[in-house]
Structures are given as structure tokens and as C-alpha cells.
């Protein structure tokens, strides 16, 4: 009879300490495969700097400056490299990453959650490439083209004629030219990267919540209100200091918030079908 509690003991252990083992395993595969994308990505971190600077370059070019970033300090070129290597190595990483991370959750999986979940699953890489996409191709060349509105060219000062028929003499007037810092220009462009990727999963996080019951399209559409100063305060933390980019995300937020709340009805509509062809749900119910 002692016996029988410490048995129980090793039965119920046994199962958890196979998951930790399997859990450290894909951990340590995700890493090693991060930290080879991130060696080979410092290889070439040239290349992906001149992919990366294509933007500004673009909006210098338009107007008739040369494309030249500066390094403030010395050492700020091998941490450029360092940041490129290590957002590249995340980006060429991530499907692998994402399958370890699959291979550990999917055995815990029926075989009806496993094809419900794969849609999200394959949207998910797909949404983000499309809000990084939006933002490098997008966001950023209107961002670069309003910020560098505000140089100016210098003058010199000169005599000119006065009304009297003296000679006076203009002021100066000082010079505004672009000469952006490197690690500067790079943290600006990948924060506007990550940040649209991100926020381009809110259609899948939703409506994979919404097909769990988790929420409701009338739930979302009756929080709107505190959504939008929710999505207002997080634009405000993951853009610059800037009117012009806050406004940017937040209208790109929000139209997504409102496209999660048709696909959400959207899921709601189909279940109520299938509960209706099987008749556990009447005609008149889930109609709202």
C-alpha cells in the first residue's frame, strides 16, 4: 500500500520529464539553426545593408543627393553588422524554428485540431512577410520622403543694391542636409520592419481565437472604442517619436482590427452551419 503513491508518483513524472527533455531538444536545435543563419548572414551583411539603405537611397536620389551614411563612432560599423546578421538570422531561421516548435505541440493534437490549426499556421509567415513587405516598400519610402522635406539649402551672403544706392548686405542663411548615422538609419528601418510584421498577425490571432470561442465578432465590435485607444498608445510605443508614423500604424491597425471582426463572423457563421447540419443548433439561433 506505501508502494502504490510513490508508483503513482513515477507514472505521472515520467511522461513530463519525456516532455522537458523533448522541449530542451527543439530549443537547442532553434538555436543552433538561429546561430548559423546568423553567422552566414554576417558574411554577407553588405549585401543585405545595400537591400536595406534601398529605401532612403531612393528618396535621396529623388532629390539629386548622394546616398551616404555616416558612422558616428568607431565601432558603430561592426555593430551595424552585428544587427543585420542578427535580424537576418531570425528571418532565415524562423521556418525552422516554427516547425520545432510544431513537433512538440502537434502530438498533443487531435487530428481535427491539427487541420484547424495548420491554416493559421501556414497565415501566420504569410501575414507577416506581407506586413514587412507593406512597411519596407510602403511605410518607410513615405516616412523617409516626409522627414527629409525638411532640409533646406544654404546660402551665402552677398552685397546687393539697397534703395537708397547703397550697397547692403543679405543675411545667411544656414543649410539642412541629411547626413544620417548608420546604426541610426538601420534600428529606424528594421523597428518599422518588425513592427507592421507584427501587427499584421492581428487578422490571424483573432480569428484563430474567435474559431476557439475564445471571442466574438459582437464582443470585438463592442470594444472598439477602447481597441482604438489601445492600438493609439501601442503606436505610439513601437514608432518613432512622430506624429506622421503613429498616424501610419494606427490606420493600418485599426483596418485590421476591422477585417478581424468580418473573418471572426465569418467563422461564427460556418460553425453555426455545421451545428445546424447536425441539428444541435436551431434555425432561428446564431443568426445575430
Not at 551665402?156 to 539642412?176: H, K, M, R, W, Y
Not at 485599426?254 to 453555426?272: A, Q
Request: aromatic share 12%; net charge negative; glycine share 8%.
Amino acid at each position: 500500500m506505501k508502494g502504490e503513491p510513490a508508483d503513482d508518483i513515477d507514472d505521472t513524472s515520467a511522461p513530463l520529464i519525456e516532455h522537458l527533455i523533448e522541449l530542451r531538444t527543439r530549443l537547442i536545435r532553434a538555436l543552433l539553426a538561429f546561430v548559423v543563419a546568423m553567422i552566414v548572414c554576417f558574411t554577407v551583411w553588405n549585401p543585405i545593408f545595400n537591400f536595406l539603405t534601398q529605401p532612403i537611397c531612393n528618396a535621396l536620389a529623388e532629390r539629386g543627393q548622394d546616398c551616404g551614411l555616416v558612422l558616428i563612432k568607431l565601432q558603430e560599423g561592426f555593430f551595424v553588422a552585428v544587427r543585420i546578421s542578427f535580424f537576418g538570422g531570425f528571418v532565415l531561421s524562423f521556418p525552422y524554428i516554427a516547425m520545432q516548435l510544431w513537433r512538440f505541440v502537434a502530438p498533443g493534437l487531435y487530428r481535427s485540431e491539427k487541420r484547424a490549426f495548420m491554416p493559421f499556421l501556414v497565415a501566420s509567415p504569410v501575414m507577416f512577410l506581407l506586413g514587412a513587405a507593406f512597411a519596407f516598400y510602403g511605410a518607410t519610402p513615405l516616412a523617409f520622403d516626409f522627414f527629409l522635406g525638411f532640409q533646406q539649402p544654404g546660402l551665402l551672403a552677398s552685397g546687393l543694391p539697397a534703395a537708397d544706392g547703397e550697397v547692403g548686405q543679405a543675411l545667411a542663411t544656414a543649410g539642412i542636409t541629411f547626413q544620417g548615422s548608420v546604426e541610426e538609419y538601420l534600428a529606424l528601418t528594421t523597428k518599422f520592419i518588425i513592427a507592421f510584421g507584427l501587427c499584421f498577425q492581428l487578422p490571424v490571432l483573432l480569428t484563430l481565437m474567435g474559431k476557439a470561442g475564445l471571442v466574438s465578432a459582437a464582443g470585438l465590435a463592442s470594444v472598439r472604442r477602447y481597441a482604438i485607444v489601445g492600438i493609439m498608445v501601442l503606436a505610439a510605443i513601437v514608432t518613432p517619436p512622430d506624429v506622421f508614423s503613429q498616424v501610419m500604424l494606427f490606420s493600418v491597425i485599426y483596418s485590421l482590427y476591422e477585417v478581424s471582426i468580418l473573418l471572426v463572423r465569418r467563422v461564427e457563421r460556418k460553425r453555426n452551419e455545421e451545428l445546424r447540419a447536425q441539428g444541435l443548433l436551431d434555425e432561428d439561433e446564431g443568426t445575430a
